[in-house]
Structure formats: C-alpha cells, structure tokens
C-alpha cells in the first residue's frame, strides 16, 4: 500500500451558500465515504480521515474555484484495475477520474467536482500559495454613479480602518491594504437594478478580507448599501 495525496477541486454554489464552512466539511467527508474513497485514517482512539480544506467562506458566499487536500491509501494493483476499466491514460489519471465520477455522484445538488489531480505529498502548505481570490458582488438598486465614486475614493486611500465586531472584543484592521482592485463589471441579464462589483482581495500569511467588509466601509464614502443584502460569489483562487 502507498500514500497518495490528491487536491479535488470543487464548486459551492448558488443552493448551497448558506451552508456553513463546518457543515460543508461534514457533507464532504460523508460524499467520501459513501463513494468510497480509500481515505487514510489518523491513528489513535478516534481516528479521523487525512482531509484537508483551504481558505474558508462565510456563510452565504458561494464558491466556484474551491479546494481540499485528500491523502488516500492505494495500491498499484488497485491503480491498474482502474486504468483497465477506463481505457486509455496513465493509471494514476483514470484512477483520479473514477474517484472524481464516484464523490459526484455522492454530493447534494450544488456542490460538484470540477477536477482531481494529485500533488506532491511534501509540498508547502497550499493555504500558504493563495496570492488572492476574485470575486463577483452582486448588488441590487444601488445608483451606479455613487457607486463609482465609492469605489474610486476607497482605492484613493492609503489606508481604510474597518472594525470587525466579535462577541467579547473588537479588532480594527486596514482594510485597504487587503484590496488590489475592484470594478464595476458590465454583466448582461441580470436585469436592470442590478450592478456587479468585481474585486481582488488579497490574502497575506492566512489573513484576508471578506468583500462585504468592503460594501460596509463605502458607506464612508458616500454610499449607501446595505452588505447583508448582496450576493458574493467567489470565482476564482489566485496562486
């Protein structure tokens, strides 16, 4: 037996955003067993499948370039019946296809496979790789001019405070030097109150900023939105 470390490459979309980071965690690791992936196991009392996920979205926020780590337990014969049963291509890429085939047909309508591909086992934490993520805010009648000048005089500063609100503490971060850029997108059918804001927001040593963090702060500039209000979509991940 041997060790094989894959990355699944997923989407969360539009009918499961309001599923928790937690809850989705659980979803997939139930898809894994259902379609049987031979997911190696920790060791001790209450062993626990090697699975891995990156860069977590907030509730409501669907994701369409989304990824987890799995560190499978194979055999090489085991890779060559897969090779033999979907023709041609290396062994390991038939095997990685009936794999993704099987966790499809195991998840809940809205989270899909878009791809799983095998990785270096040793490589850097791929947290640690993620430059940035693209996102679409979807914002429902708001003036668009105002929205231009919000958004022209946020990029304008060097530095934007913005206070997260927890339970017990309130933690201040410079939200500017999270954002490389954001636009108004031109987007057609989506129907004539509707703009959509496209932004990069970087991350930086696991740290991020969440774009409805952005919406809120506009209101400084001018702008009156609403953040609960929006709808984010996550689509791509920059490494």
Request: contains cysteine; aromatic residues 8%; proline residues 4%.
């Amino acid at each position: 037996m041997q060790e094989l470390k894959v990355r699944v490459n997923y989407v969360k979309g539009d009918q499961v955003r309001f599923l928790s980071h937690l809850d989705l965690t659980r979803v997939m690791r139930m898809a894994l067993r259902r379609a049987n992936w031979p997911v190696l196991m920790t060791q001790g009392f209450s062993p626990k499948m090697k699975v891995s996920f990156y860069s977590a979205l907030p509730v409501g926020t669907a994701g369409y370039d989304e990824y987890m780590d799995v560190v499978l337990n194979v055999s090489g014969r085991f890779l060559g019946k897969a090779s033999t049963k979907s023709g041609e291509g290396s062994e390991v890429f038939q095997f990685l296809s009936l794999l993704a085939h099987s966790l499809s047909k195991t998840l809940p309508t809205g989270v899909s496979i878009k791809q799983v591909f095998p990785v270096e086992k040793d490589e850097e934490p791929f947290e640690s790789r993620i430059l940035s993520s693209l996102y679409h805010v979807h914002m429902r009648k708001v003036d668009e001019i105002c929205l231009t000048t919000a958004i022209t005089e946020f990029l304008k500063c060097s530095s934007v405070p913005y206070n997260i609100n927890r339970r017990k503490s309130t933690k201040t971060i410079d939200l500017r030097e999270f954002i490389s850029w954001a636009q108004i997108k031109p987007v057609q059918n989506l129907g004539p109150d509707i703009l959509c804001v496209l932004m990069e927001i970087k991350h930086a040593d696991g740290r991020t900023a969440r774009p409805q963090w952005v919406i809120d702060s506009l209101s400084e500039f001018g702008l009156s939105a609403d953040s609960k209000e929006v709808i984010v979509d996550r689509v791509k991940i920059r490494r």
